[in-house]
């Protein structure tokens, strides 16, 4: 059966709670890691936008870096199912924690982030090219505090909006974000598989306007099941308001979001309503914010990094510390067809 087992109280979750997570850009900054699989593999036409060419990105200030907050209320967005291509004209978010409409007939969860793994670009940078010069003054940038970028981030929007920004331009912005390589194939893949295949959840630190915007635009938003990021509307004023996803107990996180959180609760929710555990679960992501969702999965489970990232990085740092202690089996990417070609064989067996 799928995992979720006691990872968060291992040896190598006490040594990652010594390391600060600081991303300032996500890209790798040099040297490589051998493409490499660890833990055991036990058996039991693309839709897609045209990315443009970028524009100056502002030098992105989020900080993993630990904190503490009591307390746990979760948010997800409903799924819904759009027409290829369905682009909306406002973000109309319902939030829940009801996932009974879901088929209880899904064999494997799938999870996903968004920033530099769907999208090949993080979406807080990106929406700065709409700031006056396509940069933020310096005394906007000097109010960020370690650990509550998400508060910064609504700084951001509200600087933004005091500019003339408008939903428009925003959306349009997210919109001409490009896929990561072999991201759409990969979307393309789970939107043709049998309907008992796969359910598939987005768990991401940007904001739900953002996510939406780009998926709508993308054709692939009703591959989604659930959205789990930051609760985002615009308001009367026509400012984009973001609001923490929740808040937690975790000190790896930043304040606003633990991604293990929302992956135990989840998958915790799911198991009891469908009275059974998935066949496998997997995670695709990047970061740092990733690793720490990977560290709950278990020995059937698998783990997607992005090949040279944080999250990968990690991942074989704590392989390297306390080998054998971080259960999921290990496949790097590069582009989402690696992805495909793995979920091939799995589905199979």
């Given at each position: 059966m799928?995992?979720l087992e006691?990872?968060?109280?291992?040896?190598?979750?006490?040594?990652?709670?010594?390391?600060t997570?600081?991303?300032?850009?996500h890209?790798?900054?040099?040297?490589?890691?051998?493409?490499?699989?660890s833990g055991?593999?036990?058996?039991?036409p693309?839709?897609?936008?045209?990315g443009?060419?970028?524009?100056?990105?502002h030098?992105?200030?989020?900080?993993n870096?630990?904190?503490?907050n009591?307390?746990?209320?979760?948010?997800s967005?409903?799924?819904?199912?759009?027409p290829?291509?369905?682009?909306?004209r406002?973000?109309?978010?319902?939030?829940?924690?009801?996932?009974a409409?879901?088929?209880?007939?899904?064999?494997?969860?799938?999870?996903f982030?968004?920033?530099?793994?769907?999208?090949?670009?993080?979406?807080d940078?990106?929406?700065?090219?709409?700031?006056?010069?396509?940069?933020l003054?310096?005394?906007?940038?000097?109010?960020?505090?370690?650990?509550?970028?998400?508060?910064?981030m609504?700084?951001?929007?509200?600087?933004l909006?005091?500019?003339?920004?408008t939903?428009s331009?925003?959306?349009s912005?997210?919109?001409?974000?490009p896929?990561s390589?072999?991201?759409?194939?990969?979307?393309?893949?789970?939107r043709?598989?049998?309907?008992?295949d796969?359910?598939?959840?987005?768990?991401?630190?940007?904001?739900s306007?953002?996510?939406e915007s780009?998926?709508r635009r993308?054709?692939?938003?009703?591959i989604?099941?659930?959205?789990f990021?930051?609760?985002?509307t615009?308001?009367?004023d026509?400012?984009?308001?973001?609001?923490?996803?929740?808040s937690?107990?975790?000190?790896?996180?930043p304040?606003?979001m633990c991604?293990q959180?929302?992956?135990?609760?989840?998958?915790?929710?799911?198991?009891?309503?469908?009275?059974?555990?998935?066949q496998?679960?997997?995670?695709?992501?990047?970061?740092?914010?990733?690793?720490?969702?990977?560290?709950?999965l278990?020995?059937?489970?698998?783990?997607?990094?992005?090949r040279?990232f944080p999250?990968?990085r990690?991942?074989?740092?704590?392989?390297?510390a306390?080998p054998?202690?971080?259960?999921?089996?290990t496949?790097?990417?590069?582009?989402?067809?690696?992805?495909?070609?793995?979920?091939?064989?799995?589905?199979?067996e």
């Open positions: 799928g995992g006691g990872a968060v109280t291992s040896p190598a979750a006490a040594v990652c709670l010594s390391v997570y600081k991303r300032t850009y890209r790798p900054t040099g040297g490589t890691l051998p493409h490499s699989e055991s593999d036990q058996t039991g693309t839709p897609g936008i045209i443009t060419p970028l524009l100056t990105q030098n992105k200030i989020r900080n870096e630990f904190s503490r009591p307390g746990l209320t979760q948010q967005v409903e799924g819904e199912g759009d290829l291509g369905s682009r909306s406002r973000s109309e978010i319902t939030m829940t924690s009801n996932s409409n879901i088929s209880s007939d899904k064999r494997f969860l799938i999870f982030d968004f920033d530099e793994t769907i999208v090949d670009e993080t979406s940078d990106m929406v700065v090219q709409a700031a006056p010069g396509q940069h003054p310096d005394w906007l940038k000097d109010t960020y505090q370690p650990g509550r970028y998400n508060e910064y609504q700084r951001v929007l509200a600087y909006a005091e500019q003339g920004v939903e331009d925003i959306r912005i997210m919109e001409k974000i896929a390589p072999g991201m759409l194939t990969l979307l393309q893949f789970l043709t598989r049998p309907p008992q796969f359910e598939v959840v987005l768990l991401s630190d940007a904001n306007f953002f996510i780009w998926l993308a054709g692939a938003r009703q989604f099941h659930r959205i990021s930051n609760p985002a615009f308001n009367k026509g400012r984009l308001v973001m609001r923490p996803f929740h937690h107990d975790c000190a790896r996180c304040n606003n991604k959180v929302v992956v135990r609760d989840y998958v915790a929710r799911r198991t009891e309503e469908r009275g059974r555990p998935y496998r679960i997997f995670y695709v992501g990047d970061g740092a914010n990733d690793f720490c969702p990977a560290l709950a278990g020995p059937r489970d698998v783990a997607f990094p992005r040279d999250m990968h990690l991942i074989t740092e704590t392989h390297e306390m054998g202690d971080f259960k999921a089996v496949v790097p990417w590069a582009s989402g067809e690696e992805v495909v070609q793995r979920l091939r064989r799995l589905v199979a």
